[in-house]
Nanobody, 122 residues
Framework: QVQLVESGGGLVHPGGSLNLSCAYS????????MGWFRQAPGKEREGVSF????????RYADSVKGRFTISVDKAKNTIYLQMQNLKQEDTAVYSCAQGPRGSYYDWEYDYWGRGTQVTVSS
């Protein structure tokens, strides 16, 4: 059974850094893909960063490119999202998801964690 559990959210000042974790279980990552998504109140869910297990390729949304980094520790069954130079616009609930493609589109993912709140404020 697939399970995804996010952690690491919190309150940070603009320009600060924060690291999110997504502990996964119930599947072998080599044959699947993972995505990080975020959703702020009143806004649609946005794809942030993606990892494809077959070739370990990564992709980023333009809004976070150069500031966020996705990484994987298979030994710990954990996906990370390292966030730097955070802006108020980054405030959202961040969720990890698992699917077969590693696309930018949330409807192509099959399993979701509950999410973790990230708040960027002075």
């Amino acid at each position: 059974q697939v399970q995804l559990v996010e952690s690491g959210g919190g309150l940070v000042h603009p320009g600060g850094s924060l690291n999110l974790s997504c502990a996964y279980s119930g599947f072998i990552l080599d044959w699947y893909s993972m995505g990080w998504f975020r959703q702020a109140p009143g806004k649609e869910r946005e794809g942030v960063s993606f990892f494809r297990g077959t070739d370990e390729s990564t992709r980023y949304a333009d809004s976070v490119k150069g500031r966020f980094t996705i990484s994987v520790d298979k030994a710990k069954n954990t996906i990370y999202l390292q966030m730097q130079n955070l802006k108020q616009e980054d405030t959202a609930v961040y969720s990890c998801a698992q699917g077969p493609r590693g696309s930018y589109y949330d409807w192509e993912y099959d399993y979701w964690g509950r999410g973790t709140q990230v708040t960027v404020s002075s």
